[in-house]
């Protein structure tokens, strides 16, 4: 297939693929507009089939190689796009000639490092690789929520509540460089999200729920938003189809999301879905109600 590029352009778009359904929204949208996106997909970590795109599997530390897979694809732009499980172990680093000497700072980063302090690391050495750094919404504009509701479901003043405790909850989080999400039931936080995700923790609030141990007489709300130190050019949050479902199994009342900075994937399903549950979802600015930034 030849390399087509958008107007503008010299070269050619490489998507690094992780895990999850949103590697190929970019994908199809990349070629909606006329290019002809070379996928990178992790190895043991992206999980899409890849036929029919031009493709090659790569170890997420192995930069060299994916250094001379920008050369010889012609590379100039990168969409750092999906879920990544694992941080690669000091033995998986295999650096180009031009990052060498960054290989003592990259293995302290990934020892100690939050995980948007590793995500700027990985930028870092993609563009000393000679390709810049572009994210997702650069892309695929549309998939960026609203502010306000996105489907018919509005929040009652309780759920309003939960949902400034929840933004306190998550900008604090973030600034931790920990997780973006949190969720608030009768305006007190009872979940963090860590490494496991939003769909692992929703379904521990579904347990704390069952348990007793959190009144299923209050419904709650999930907030997701970017941290406030946040390289918006990667791991943007983002909700989905299974984050509607999370959300309906936790027996929540709606999902707060950051406007302009946070992804919706599948929105007329997500939003069929919410509506069909009775769920608000709310797109907010980071401040909460009434805040501008």
């Known amino acids: ?120 690391m990985a930028m870092d050495l993609i563009e000393a690789s000679g390709a810049r750094v572009i994210g997702v919404q650069d892309v695929v504009p549309n998939l960026l929520a609203d502010a306000g509701p996105l489907g018919t479901h509005m929040p009652t003043d309780d759920d309003r509540r939960d949902v400034e405790a929840g933004i306190a909850a998550a900008n604090a989080l973030g600034a931790l460089d920990v997780g973006q999400g949190a969720v608030a ?33 209050r419904r709650g709300v999930l907030v997701k938003l970017c941290k406030p130190q946040q390289d918006e050019r990667a791991d943007l949050p983002s909700i989905g189809p299974s984050t509607v479902a999370g959300a309906e199994a936790a027996g929540l009342a709606g999902i707060a999301i950051e406007a302009g900075r946070a992804l919706v994937l599948e929105r007329s399903q997500v939003i069929e879905m919410a509506d069909k549950s009775g769920l608000f979802i709310l797109g907010v600015e980071r401040g909460g109600y009434g805040s501008r930034r």
Not at 191 to 199: K, N, V
């Open 185 to 217: 039931v009768g305006g007190r936080v009872i979940a963090l999200e860590g490494a496991e995700g939003t769909d692992a923790m929703l379904a521990r609030v579904a347990a704390l729920k069952a348990e007793g141990r959190v009144s299923a007489r």
């Open 1 to 120: 297939m030849a390399a087509h590029r958008l107007p503008g352009t010299g070269g050619r778009l490489a998507i690094i693929a992780g895990a999850g359904a949103l590697p190929h929204y970019v994908a199809e949208a990349a070629r909606r507009q006329g290019e002809n996106p070379f996928i990178i997909a992790l190895s043991r970590e992206a999980d899409a089939d890849w036929t029919g795109f031009d493709h090659s599997i790569l170890a997420i530390g192995d930069f060299a190689a994916i250094s001379r897979t920008f050369e010889v694809e012609g590379i100039d732009r990168v969409v750092l796009s999906g879920g990544v499980r694992r941080r690669p172990e000091w033995r998986d680093i295999r650096p180009t000639l031009r990052t060498l000497a960054k290989v003592p700072s990259v293995l302290r980063t990934l020892m100690s490092g939050g995980d948007d302090a590793v995500l700027r």
